[in-house]
T-cell receptor, first 114, second 119 residues
Framework: ELKVEQNPLFLSMQEGKNYTIYCNYS?????LYWYRQDPGKSLESLFV?????AVKQEGRLMASLDTKARLSTLHITAAVHDLSATYFC??????????????FGKGTHLIIQP | EAGVAQSPRYKIIEKRQSVAFWCNPI?????LYWYQQILGQGPKLLIQ????????DSQLPKDRFSAERLKGVDSTLKIQPAKLEDSAVYLC?????????????????FGQGTRLTVV
C-alpha cells in the first residue's frame, strides 16, 4: 500500500522567512503533484512534477522531485501572509489498468504571521 | 470554462439515513473521481470512472456506498445507511482523459465539495 508522508503537518512562520515542506512516499513513482487548499475551498493545483530532478517555480514557491529518494520538497521563499493555506502532496501510484487516482499526504497547515 | 460543479454544498443527516451527492464534471472530461476528505486528512480516492465505466473502486465501502455515472457525464454518490464516521467532505474531480497512457499526463480539477455531517 502506497504511503505518502508530509512533514511538518503544522507550520507557523513569520513573513519574510524561508521554509521547506517535505513529502516522502513509499513506492516507485515519477508523478507527483502539489495542491493548495484554503479553508472551506477546494484543491488548487500548484505543480505537477513528472521526472527525477524536476524543478518548478511559481512566485515564492518552488517544488522539486527526487524519485530515487522518493522525496519531493516545496520551498517557500520570503513568505507572505497570502501563502497561508494547507498544502498537500499527492502521488500517482501507477496501479495499472487505467487506475490513476492520487494518494494524498495528510497536508501541511501553514500559517504565516506578520 | 466552467469548473466542476457539486451539490449540495452542505448536508446534515442522522445516522442510518441515506444521502446522495451530485457532480457535474467539466464539459468533455472523460475521467471522473470521487474522493473523501475527513477533517485533518488528505483526500482519499473512493472511485474512478472512465466515461461511464468503473476503473477503480477498490477503496469504496461497497456495503454502504454506491456511485454511478450514467451517460458518462454527471455522477451521483450515495451513502445508505450513513454512519457517524462518514462525516467528511466529498470531493468530485475530473480530467480530460485517462492519465495512464505513457507520456500523457493531465491534471484533475476539483469541485468545491459537499460537506456531510452525520449526527
Amino acid at each position: 500500500e502506497l504511503k505518502v508522508e508530509q512533514n511538518p503537518l503544522f507550520l507557523s512562520m513569520q513573513e519574510g522567512k524561508n521554509y521547506t515542506i517535505y513529502c516522502n512516499y513509499s513506492t516507485t513513482s515519477d508523478r507527483l503533484y502539489w495542491y493548495r487548499q484554503d479553508p472551506g475551498k477546494s484543491l488548487e493545483s500548484l505543480f505537477v512534477l513528472l521526472s527525477n530532478g524536476a524543478v518548478k517555480q511559481e512566485g515564492r514557491l518552488m517544488a522539486s522531485l527526487d524519485t530515487k529518494a522518493r522525496l519531493s520538497t516545496l520551498h517557500i521563499t520570503a513568505a507572505v501572509h497570502d501563502l497561508s493555506a494547507t498544502y498537500f502532496c499527492a502521488v500517482d501510484p501507477y496501479s495499472g489498468g487505467g487506475a490513476d487516482g492520487l494518494t494524498f499526504g495528510k497536508g501541511t497547515h501553514l500559517i504565516i504571521q506578520p | 470554462e466552467a469548473g466542476v460543479a457539486q451539490s449540495p454544498r452542505y448536508k446534515i443527516i442522522e445516522k442510518r439515513q441515506s444521502v446522495a451527492f451530485w457532480c457535474n464534471p467539466i464539459s468533455g472530461h472523460a475521467t471522473l473521481y470521487w474522493y473523501q476528505q475527513i477533517l485533518g486528512q488528505g483526500p482519499k480516492l473512493l472511485i474512478q470512472f472512465q466515461n461511464n465505466g468503473v476503473v477503480d473502486d477498490s477503496q469504496l465501502p461497497k456495503d454502504r456506498f454506491s456511485a454511478e455515472r450514467l451517460k458518462g457525464v454527471d455522477s451521483t454518490l450515495k451513502i445508505q445507511p450513513a454512519k457517524l464516521e462518514d462525516s467528511a467532505v466529498y470531493l468530485c474531480a475530473s480530467s480530460p482523459t485517462g492519465r495512464y497512457k505513457v507520456g500523457r499526463v493531465t491534471e484533475a480539477f476539483f469541485g468545491q465539495g459537499t460537506r456531510l455531517t452525520v449526527v
